[in-house]
């Protein structure tokens, strides 16, 4: 067995159609029904964004829902990297206790997001975006009892937003 026997089930669909007359006729949709999982070219675009990558950083800072969030914040983007979200709003005025968790609670509503726009065919606004992240902090609040005044800084921040 090589150590890539598994990878083996997933099937690259060229953009330019397929090559085999059993292969014609099939779309991304049914050929996701057979037992192999395909994957075609168009699946690895943003959903929002023809022809467009969708790699972690398009996701998180450079599709438009993600780059207005972080602007609307205030956080600056230079050199922001899903690679690096510790960096990510150092720049605020806020505690810094906190901050990588607060970065990661706004990472993973973009993300909840993202999959809205292709599981629900619903697009959320940066304000939608914003009041999850703020209920998230106050559902996690209890979690931050050394942290709580801090976690309570960012929340009123972020609050200001909606
Ligand atoms: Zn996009």
């Given at each position: 067995?090589?150590?890539?026997?598994?990878?083996?089930?997933?099937?690259?669909?060229?953009?330019?159609?397929?090559?085999?007359?059993?292969?014609?006729?099939?779309?991304?949709?049914?050929?996701?029904?057979?037992?192999?999982?395909p994957i075609t070219v168009e699946d690895s675009?943003?959903?929002?964004?023809?022809?467009?990558?969708?790699?972690?950083?398009?996701?998180?800072?450079?599709?438009?829902?993600?780059?207005?969030?972080?602007?609307?914040?205030?956080?600056?983007?230079?050199?922001g990297s899903c690679r690096h979200p510790w960096?990510?709003?150092?720049?605020?005025?806020?505690?810094?206790?906190?901050?990588?968790?607060?970065?990661?609670?706004?990472?993973?509503?973009?993300?909840?997001?993202?999959?809205?726009?292709?599981?629900?065919?619903?697009?959320?606004?940066?304000?939608?975006?914003l009041r999850h992240v703020v209920d998230d902090?106050?559902?996690?609040?209890?979690?931050?009892?050394?942290?709580?005044?801090?976690?309570?800084?960012?929340?009123?921040?972020?609050?200001?937003?909606?």
């Open positions: 067995m090589t150590p890539n026997k598994g990878v083996h089930n997933i099937r690259i669909v060229k953009k330019g159609g397929p090559s085999t007359k059993s292969e014609r006729g099939r779309t991304s949709k049914n050929i996701s029904k057979e037992s192999k999982l675009y943003c959903a929002l964004c023809p022809s467009v990558e969708e790699t972690a950083d398009h996701i998180f800072f450079e599709c438009a829902l993600a780059h207005r969030t972080w602007e609307c914040l205030g956080v600056d983007l230079a050199g960096l990510m709003g150092r720049e605020l005025p806020l505690p810094p206790s906190v901050q990588y968790d607060v970065v990661l609670l706004i990472f993973w509503q973009l993300w909840k997001a993202r999959n809205a726009v292709i599981f629900d065919q619903e697009q959320r606004s940066v304000r939608r975006v902090m106050e559902n996690w609040r209890s979690r931050y009892k050394q942290h709580q005044e801090h976690w309570l800084a960012w929340n009123s921040y972020f609050s200001t937003f909606l």
